[in-house]
């Protein structure tokens, strides 16, 4: 079992930044590949960023000037730093993971971006 916590989302305007963290716990072993998505209201579930324990990134392009994924291995905690956000990437934000062959997801983080 694998727990994902997402914190840090909230209200900002626009061209302002948003750090979000995801903390991981419950695992006995290394988590390998973290991951970001983003849900908008009445859109599919998108995914933003992943990186690797060993630090390899990857991104979706529409978001990889302005999104920087980090994580903290001995915290088991993965980032997301937003920049010069924009009202369309208000949406919920969620942590993913792969443990086992098992999907798991945080419940996720409110971003809203106001004009």
């Known amino acids: 079992q694998v727990q994902l916590v997402e914190s840090g989302g909230g209200l900002v305007q626009t061209g302002g930044s948003l750090r979000l963290s995801c903390a991981a716990s419950?695992?006995?072993?290394?988590?390998?590949?973290m991951g970001w998505y983003r849900q908008a209201p009445g859109k599919q579930r998108e995914l933003l960023a992943t990186?690797?324990?060993?630090?390899?990134?990857n991104y979706l392009d529409s978001v990889k000037d302005r999104f920087t994924i980090s994580r903290d291995n001995d915290k088991n905690t993965v980032y997301l730093q937003m920049n010069s956000l924009k009202p369309e990437d208000t949406a919920v934000y969620y942590c993913?993971?792969?443990?086992?062959?098992?999907?798991?997801w945080g419940k996720g983080t409110l971003v809203t971006v106001s004009s």
């Open positions: 993913h993971t792969v443990y086992s062959l098992l999907d798991y």
């Open positions: 419950g695992s006995r072993f290394v988590i390998n590949t």
């Open positions: 990186i690797t324990r060993g630090g390899t990134t």
